[in-house]
Structures are given as C-alpha cells and as structure tokens.
C-alpha cells in the first residue's frame, strides 16, 4: 500500500526550466530506490534518474548536467530539477519507488504521471 504524488509539471519554453516533487507514503520498512522515468508520445518509457537509499545516483546520458535528482530520506520525498529543457524532454514523466514492507518482497510503485511539455 504506496501511495505516490506528483506535482511540478506544465508548459514551459525551451531552455526553461522546471522542478517536479513525488511524495510517497504508506507501509514502508525500507525505501529502496527513488526515480523517475518519462515517457514521450510513441517511445517507451525510459528511466531519467534515479537516487538509491545510499544515496547513489544514475542519470540518463540524455539529461545529465541538465537534471537533478535529490531525496528526502526524512519525508521520503523525491524531487527532479530540471533546466536547459528541449522539445525532446515533453514527455509523461512517471515518479517510481522500490519498497518493502517489514516481512514481504520488494514491490515496484508507480505515481498517476505529470505531464512536462517544453514548446514555444
């Protein structure tokens, strides 16, 4: 029982720039990972970035130096700063978790999406 909100996406103008926030919540013994994935029109969902518990952090080659994933191990809060934004960065952008409760498996959860669109 996770529970995922996003907020932070909208229209913004090349070269912008735009910051997303995920709140999760729920049954959590351990957070295992934060990330975000996106999304865009006729691809497959691809991963953005993503910050483990100990605090490691992979960005995808296509935004690094340009986005910034951090966490909030306290309020198990992840956010993605993002700047320098292109026409190539409108996508449906996906806040992901990988938890376990005390005694059962790791799960995979997944937030409703925020729609980032970067256009003139």
């Known amino acids: 029982q996770v529970q995922l909100v996003e907020s932070g996406g909208g229209l913004v103008q090349p070269g912008g720039s735009l910051k997303l926030s995920c709140v999760v919540s729920?049954?959590?013994?351990?957070?295992?990972?934060m990330a975000w994935y996106r999304q865009a029109l006729g691809k497959q969902r691809e991963l953005v970035a993503r910050?483990?518990?100990?605090?490691?952090?992979l960005y995808a080659d296509s935004v690094k130096g340009r986005f910034t994933i951090s966490a909030d191990n306290v309020k198990n809060t992840v956010t993605l700063q993002m700047k320098s934004l292109t026409p190539e960065d409108t996508a449906v952008y996906y806040c992901?978790?990988?938890?376990?409760?005390?005694?059962?498996?790791?799960?995979?959860?997944w937030g409703q999406g925020t729609q980032v669109t970067v256009s003139p």
């Open positions: 992901n978790v990988i938890t376990s409760t005390f005694s059962g498996p790791q799960t995979d959860d």
């Open positions: 729920g049954s959590i013994y351990r957070l295992y990972a």
């Open positions: 910050i483990s518990s100990g605090g490691t952090i």
